[in-house]
């Protein structure tokens, strides 16, 4: 019997030996490609009894059966729906088909809508699913893996959680104004740079500090930093035990409400965000999301994330850059389903601004067999370590 502890270290292994292609791959051997293409098989198979099972509580929403919009997750009694509102809004008179892993077709129509989490409720016509069940409580931790479900067997991509549960929302957000990046000895980040006027300008912060502790929480690296900030609120004095010239000292940071970004980054961020494809066009705003760098297409949100026990932990809501794709809790949820949502007719669609797009057609295609599928998440998994470490400099300008 595989344990959660083994199937842990065979996806490590698999993304291990992504991060080591992906820094020359012009010279990975055939052997190395070979058995990353074997580890990536025998890591699905070990997840298809989850997948299995929560591909029961899945479907792909479609419009005419031409055009595919999102993914849903059955929920309730097994005759609703939750889905993105913001790609599916535009079909809010039409009725929609739900189809099934195994290819069955359900009609359904838009019942609710929640426009803070940009979530629609669909009532499906004539039939029931099988419901996922919620893990109301469950906080997966800093680092562990995630699973995005999909219809059928197969899961839609692998990740882990990034940053612990926070608001997006700009007024609740904490700015302290540092840029940091790893220590060679994981105590720690180190400040690159301390923005002028920042709060940690103001405390006496210099570049060159070594950042170990934020109120009493050890720091290991920019990771665990981003999390423990992203818990914090504008206007909390924080202290922050910094090292340098071999000295430990406290500097109090009083955080300021972050502001929108300055043209040179947000330029940064749109650079990268092209070399990723298509990001959802509601991607901030939230009122708690966790994030992780499940890398998922605009159309596969709306999928239910799972944890390595099989606990249906959230719901995945948006990608916002290359891996980084925001998870909406159990808990959140069920909070949010206690509240009547919105007449579709009333509705409306959260504005955010539109990053870059690249061309992709979304028109119907071919369905994958089980090998080319394994295939192509053998090759997603090659780049995705070098492609989170790009992600997390850029993140790292946010702070």
């Known amino acids: 019997m595989i344990t959660k502890q083994i199937l842990g270290w065979m996806m490590l292994t698999v993304l291990a030996t992504a991060q080591r292609s992906t820094q020359a791959p012009p010279f990975q051997t055939e052997d190395d490609r070979s058995a990353l293409r074997?580890?990536?098989?025998?890591?699905?198979?070990?997840?298809?009894?989850?997948?299995?099972?929560?591909?029961?509580?899945?479907?792909?929403?479609?419009?005419?059966?031409?055009?595919?919009?999102?993914?849903?997750?059955?929920?309730?009694?097994?005759?609703?729906?939750?889905?993105?509102?913001?790609?599916?809004?535009?079909?809010?008179?039409?009725?929609?088909?739900?189809?099934?892993?195994?290819?069955?077709?359900?009609?359904?129509?838009?019942?609710?809508?929640?426009e803070d989490e940009d979530i629609a409720v669909l009532q499906l016509k004539g039939k029931r699913l099988k419901p996922v069940v919620w893990a109301v409580g469950a906080k997966p931790q800093l680092g562990s893996f995630l699973i995005a479900a999909g219809p059928g067997d197969s899961p839609l991509n692998l990740g882990v959680?990034?940053?612990?549960?926070?608001?997006?929302?700009?007024?609740?957000?904490?700015?302290?104004?540092?840029?940091?990046?790893?220590?060679?000895?994981?105590?720690g980040v180190e400040v690159e740079q301390v923005v002028k006027k920042s709060p940690a300008e103001k405390a006496g912060m210099l570049a060159g500090d070594v950042i170990r502790q934020l109120d009493g929480s050890s720091v290991k690296g920019p990771m665990e930093f981003r999390s423990l900030l992203s818990r914090m609120t504008p206007q909390q004095q924080v202290k922050f035990l910094v090292l340098r010239d071999g000295v430990e000292q406290t500097l109090n940071v009083t955080l300021e409400q972050k502001k929108e970004g300055a043209e040179s980054l947000q330029r940064q961020n749109q650079v990268m965000e092209r070399m990723g494809g298509d990001i959802s066009a509601v991607r901030d705003g939230f009122p708690a999301v966790i994030q992780s760098d499940l890398v998922l297409n605009p159309e596969e949100c709306g999928a239910p994330v799972f944890d390595l026990e099989?606990?249906?932990?959230?719901?995945?809501?948006?990608?916002?850059?290359?891996?980084?794709s925001y998870v909406i809790s159990a808990s959140q949820l069920a909070q949010m389903m206690k509240k009547p949502g919105v007449e579709p007719n009333l509705a409306k669609v959260r504005k955010s601004e539109r990053g870059p797009q690249l061309a992709r057609n979304r028109d119907v295609l071919p369905r994958l067999d089980r090998e080319q599928m394994q295939g192509m998440r053998a090759r997603v998994l090659e780049l995705k370590r070098f492609m989170r470490e790009l992600d997390e400099e850029i993140l790292d300008l946010d702070q």
């Open 38 to 114: 074997l580890q990536a098989g025998e890591m699905f198979d070990v997840l298809s009894p989850i997948t299995q099972e929560a591909g029961k509580s899945v479907v792909w929403i479609w419009f005419q059966s031409k055009k595919l919009l999102s993914i849903g997750t059955v929920v309730g009694e097994g005759d609703r729906v939750l889905t993105k509102w913001s790609e599916i809004a535009k079909y809010k008179d039409q009725t929609l088909q739900c189809v099934t892993g195994n290819n069955e077709e359900i009609s359904a129509t838009i019942a609710a809508v929640y």
């Open 161 to 187: 959680v990034s940053v612990n549960e926070r608001s997006l929302r700009m007024s609740d957000q904490a700015f302290a104004g540092v840029i940091v990046k790893s220590t060679k000895e994981n105590n």
């Open 310 to 324: 099989g606990r249906a932990i959230g719901l995945a809501i948006a990608r916002s850059g290359r891996v980084r």
